[in-house]
């Protein structure tokens, strides 16, 4: 035991019998961590967890997975899935079923950021960390993702995820997001950015009117752009094309645009919005509407990372 921060009754079996266990739990010489669990150390969150991810395959969801993804202290009994069915102990209430795109953390696999608030009492009032959670480069490839990998709940997921921002705006961006928004300033549509429609997430929506936007910097756009890859330039593809389907205009305006010609930016989405103004209510299709699975989770192009 002198190496192991944590031991389970069928171990100390083995050394100890049942009445000698329950006089070192009354010495002090043994801590119950969890139902058959002990240790000699004492008892902690972080004890605990490890053992009942360790011992007992749990893998951390809801509030509990917001609260360690947050770095703050858990609340119990603790919120779980477990691939086999689910049931509710004195220390965890756990869900049937382990989704894909697990994420680890101090030796804890979490679910998705999105898992976990869909699987929390009430994922509306956790929006704002979805918005923190998916932010930055590869936000939206991620949220993508893990959109697909959900385990439940992915009808609801879309409906929160149409009125949560996510993503943070590179500076790029925040000028196309300015420039556009200065040019229908006078227009009664709204300018949102960060928004999923279908399978996919765009930079900048208006909704009103049907138009998707997307700012394609070189880098991370053009063939040849250093952070372009194979599976970047496929899924820009099919993500155009279910756009269309879905009865959609996109317009792309690249780096060299938003920099070089933001006069012409604006003239050209005045033109694309004013023959649409006649759209009114018009809400953002999900993944049901679009009629198709997003291409990363059928494409052999992917199968090295989405699973």
Known sequence: ?????????????????????????????????????YSTAEP??????????????LVFTGRTAIDLYQNQPVSWPLEAR???????????????????????GNGLSLVSPLQAVMDAASPAED??????????????????RDLAALVTGRSEARGLLAVTPTGTMSKLEQEAFRIIGDALAD????VLTNRMIGNYCYDI????????????????????????TEQS??????????????????????????HGAADRVAADI???????????GVSLPDATDAGQDAVFTWHPVFEPTFR
């Open 82 to 104: 477990h691939a086999s069915s689910g049931r509710r102990t004195s220390e965890a209430h756990i869900r049937s079923g382990i989704p894909g795109r697990l994420r680890t």
């Open 44 to 57: 902690t969150d972080e004890l605990r967890l490890q053992a009942l991810h360790e011992v007992r395959g």
């Open 205 to 228: 929506v208006i909704p009103e009117t049907k138009v998707a936007i997307e700012i394609d910097s070189f880098t991370y756009h053009a063939l040849g752009g250093q952070g372009t």
């Open 127 to 144: 929006a704002g960390f979805l918005t923190e959670a998916y932010q930055g480069i590869g936000a939206h490839e991620a949220l993508e």
């Open 233 to 258: 330039f496929l899924k820009q593809a099919w993500k155009d094309n279910e756009v269309a389907d879905l009865g959609w205009t996109v317009r792309h305006y690249t780096q060299f645009c938003i």
């Open 270 to 280: 005045r033109r694309c919005v004013l023959p649409r103004m006649c759209r009114v």
């Open 187 to 190: 227009l009664p549509v709204t």
């Open 1 to 37: 035991m002198e190496n192991r921060s944590f031991i389970t009754r069928g171990e100390l079996a083995q050394t100890m019998s049942a009445a000698q266990v329950d006089t070192a739990v009354r010495r002090g010489e043994l801590h119950r961590l969890a139902r058959g669990i």
